[in-house]
């Protein structure tokens, strides 16, 4: 009698146990959750940070380029001063769409979330895969992204 009233106490302490160890597995794996959501917002906020930063020293370096570049398109002494006026409009309109995609471009880079490299691809049955195959064949052969003229020319397909 004694040993079967120690062996169900002992059963029901194991089962407490597991209980226990489970909501411990349980709050642990929430409290790694918070913290790794915590240190990824503090690493977007410390990029946003940067780029604020930052943000003088580009304009400057971009407004450079601007000069250099208007400056080398304008430099021509028999351009006619009507020309040029208007070549140094459209070409101050460019430059600062340039500007504009170049900081959208940075700031999307650097603040992107991961959720994109999450996305999945295309998904179906069989036909869809042989399709997929049979277009990125005769696209990457059709219109390379790594040869040069000469790399089709020498392409046998």
Known sequence: RYWDGLGSSIAALWAVADE???WAEQRLEQECHRALQ???????????RILDFSAPLR?????SFKEMIKGACLSDPDMWPGVKKCYADALDRVLDD???EIEVTLE?????QHSLGEAAGPSGGILLA????????????Y???DLTIFGKIKDPV
């Open 108 to 112: 999307a880079a650097l603040l992107k």
């Open 59 to 63: 304009s400057t370096v971009i407004g």
């Open 98 to 100: 340039i500007e504009h």
């Open 130 to 141: 042989c399709y997929c195959r049979v277009r990125t064949f005769v696209l990457y052969h």
């Open 38 to 48: 915590s240190a990824c917002l503090s690493r977007e906020i410390a990029k946003a």
């Open 143 to 145: 219109l390379p992204h």
């Open 20 to 22: 226990t160890a489970i």
